[in-house]
């Protein structure tokens, strides 16, 4: 969108496709958007979020100063080491966007900490503006010590040109066979701990025991816990009752939002949640945990838990009894969704950024 309001985009990324396939291509073009892929020296450790692209150092030496602003996308990796040094050497104002990965609160927390003192700290510092996606990521940015005049927040956004046809209820179910009385629970996402998804397979199995026309539907890539809930769910005997897509993507991920009667994020941590804005722009009500940074709008539209596997039984019971009010909160979390975080909007915020640190007016 920013390349339809005549602005010039170069994206420098790395040549990952997943943790064994790299893209083979060195530079694309995307809708007008220039992309530059350098080779990590790792697949396995780039999947796992070290990644290392020693290529893309001589190409900030040789390019960065030709640029009016730049946009960093996480915090704690090796490029944005390079782009902080080539950045103050040429005057090139950047701005940082941390995409949720400012805590400190997993096995990482030693590596994070080096980090920061060593590179992280000034690149925070010198940061023209930080961008939060939800008031939790301005709380974390605070707390690294940047100053809240330094922050703005800026959630995600969701193009609603991709939801005005949906399909027709059912493509779903029949894809799977899922019988039609059977109500739908869904999680999308990548199968990790830090989603939750076995805190949602104990609250179902607690349903199970007075509601048993429900089927608990998990889709999404293996990101290294597929084994650890399937197990779980062996142990709570309800395997007949869990289905495992693997990823969706497109149109087949559309199908499983608006065949859903529920959908379910019950993370540990996230800062924002993507899923939640796609599941709403189908129509389809939401449950989410308070540790997720957008609860704060999920609560007027939807329900918030605790992580407490009884009170999410309550909450996906209340919403699987009740037509009406699956019904009412999917149409009216649809309905705040189109109005706080269409695209457009949310492009134009993105813009006005660009525009106030770059160093000609854009």
């Not at 790792?42 to 900030?60: D, E, K, T, Y």
């Not at 961008?131 to 959630?155: C, F, H, R, S, W």
């Not at 199908?255 to 540990?268: G, N, W």
């Amino acid at each position: 969108m920013l390349v339809k309001k005549g602005h010039e985009v170069t994206v420098y990324t790395s040549d990952t496709l997943d943790e064994f396939q790299r893209i083979e291509d060195d530079i694309a073009h995307y809708d007008g958007i220039n992309v530059h892929y350098f080779k990590n020296l790792s697949n396995r450790l780039a999947w796992h979020r070290f990644v290392l692209n020693p290529g893309v150092i001589s190409a900030l030496r040789r390019n960065l100063r030709d640029y009016d602003v730049i946009h960093l996308h996480g915090y704690r990796n090796f490029q944005n080491i390079f782009v902080h040094y080539y950045a103050e050497k040429y005057n090139v104002p950047y701005i940082l966007q941390a995409r949720g990965s400012l805590p400190y609160h997993n096995q990482k927390s030693l590596i994070k900490k080096s980090f920061d003192f060593l590179f992280g700290n000034r690149l925070l510092r010198d940061a023209k503006k930080v961008i939060a996606l939800t008031k939790m990521e301005v709380d974390q940015y605070i707390n690294l010590g940047v100053p809240e005049t330094n922050i703005e927040l800026i959630p995600n956004g969701i193009d609603f040109s991709e939801y005005q046809c949906l399909p027709q209820k059912g493509h779903f179910r029949r894809r799977f066979g899922i019988h039609n009385k059977e109500k739908i629970v869904l999680f999308l996402g990548r199968i990790h701990e830090i989603k939750g998804i076995d805190l949602l397979i104990d609250a179902f199995s607690l349903i199970m025991k007075e509601f048993t026309d429900v089927k608990l539907v998990i889709a999404g890539p293996d990101d290294g816990y597929l084994s650890i809930i399937k197990n779980q769910i062996d142990t709570l005997r309800i395997h007949d009752k869990v289905l495992f897509t693997g990823p969706l993507y497109a149109q087949d991920k559309i199908t499983a939002y608006v065949d859903a009667d529920i959908y379910v994020l019950p993370s540990r941590y996230e800062v924002f949640g993507n899923t939640i804005l796609e599941a709403y722009a189908c129509g389809t009500p939401v449950i989410v945990t308070d540790r997720c940074g957008i609860s704060d709008f999920v609560k007027n539209v939807g329900f918030v838990v605790q992580f407490d596997k009884n009170e999410l039984r309550d909450a996906i019971l209340a919403i699987l009894k009740d037509r009406d009010l699956r019904v009412r909160l999917g149409l009216e979390g649809k309905e705040l969704v189109k109005k706080q975080f269409d695209l457009n909007q949310i492009i134009a915020c993105f813009e006005e950024v660009y525009k106030n640190e770059a160093h000609s007016s854009i």
